[in-house]
């Protein structure tokens, strides 16, 4: 069967069909993979029946593993690279990060080199009447740089915002030692995308803490707007997960939340691994 790329009529996102992870993949079929990927923001591929160490091959075709801080305390036996995202709890000890990114950001944003992206396995989907529940929201933050108004975007060309690892509240809240080892960066509101040259916008409400040169209230009211314009819903595309797929986004051009509308006994369970990026320009 031949590879063939679906997008799905939302501003961003793409299926992949013809394509077995749990396969080795030839460099054509990675390269148009990897196309794909860098154009649509989003890409996914149903049905897939991969192993851990399968995921792992699959991501470090992209680049470097990223190690997220979660997986010091959440990953699989075995493959210290996934970290579980789940809500399933056994011997009353939760098996993975519950509640994992509920609120709108890019991954990893706190940090000097933001990871390139990330990719879900879904394994468990809760199911409620039948229906699935658990969707995965993401906006296109290159397609709100586009929209942006001349003025605005003369006023924030070259400014740089602060990111602070505190500033999110996190379902589990970091260790004094994840904190000392997270200070506060800066990078530039809008990014270029370093495989397709594409201008995002990078400013989410709870990790952006400041605009440098601007005063704390005027800061503020302009990280609102700009992180209320990138999750407008013509910018959104919201997926609806089914096991086995494998989804993964680029943290550049997209900004992403987990919407939490489901608890036990519906279960979820996604194992997650991270792609190493570059200093954001
Ligand atoms: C995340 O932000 O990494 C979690 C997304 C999800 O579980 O849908």
């Known amino acids: 069967m031949s590879i063939g790329i679906v997008p799905t009529g939302a501003p961003l996102g793409a299926e992949i069909r013809g394509v077995d992870l749990s396969q080795p993949l030839g460099d054509n079929v990675f390269a148009t993979i990897e196309r794909a990927y860098n154009e649509h923001g989003v890409i996914f591929f149903r049905d897939q029946h991969i192993t851990p160490p399968q995921q792992v091959a699959f991501t470090r075709r992209f680049g470097d593993i990223e190690f997220n801080i979660f997986a010091e305390r959440w990953s699989v036996p075995g493959s210290p690279e996934i970290v579980v995202v789940s809500n399933i709890a056994e011997d009353g000890k939760p098996i993975g990060i519950k509640r994992a990114g509920e609120n709108w950001h890019s991954d990893m944003c706190y940090t000097a080199r933001p990871p390139r992206g990330t990719m879900l396995h879904a394994i468990e989907i809760p199911l409620l009447h039948g229906m699935p529940l658990g969707d995965t929201e993401f906006a296109s933050a290159a397609l709100a740089c586009d929209e942006l108004p001349e003025a605005l975007r003369q006023r924030i060309e070259g400014r740089t915002a602060i990111f602070d690892f505190k500033g999110r509240k996190r379902a589990f809240p970091p260790s004094a030692s994840e904190i000392e080892r ?50 407008k819903p013509s910018h959104i595309y919201r997926h609806q997960w089914r096991p086995g797929d494998v989804l993964m986004w680029d943290n550049c051009t997209v900004q992403h939340r987990a919407i939490q509308d489901y608890d036990m ?17």
């Open 182 to 231: 997270n200070p506060p960066v800066r990078h530039p509101i809008v990014r270029t995308h370093p495989h397709t040259g594409r201008k995002c916008l990078y400013v989410m409400r709870d990790d952006c803490t400041g605009i440098e040169g601007l005063e704390q209230e005027e800061a503020d009211i302009l990280i609102a707007a700009l992180a209320d314009h990138v999750i």
């Open 265 to 281: 006994p519906l279960r979820r369970l996604m194992h997650r691994t991270t792609m190493g990026g570059a200093v954001p320009n």
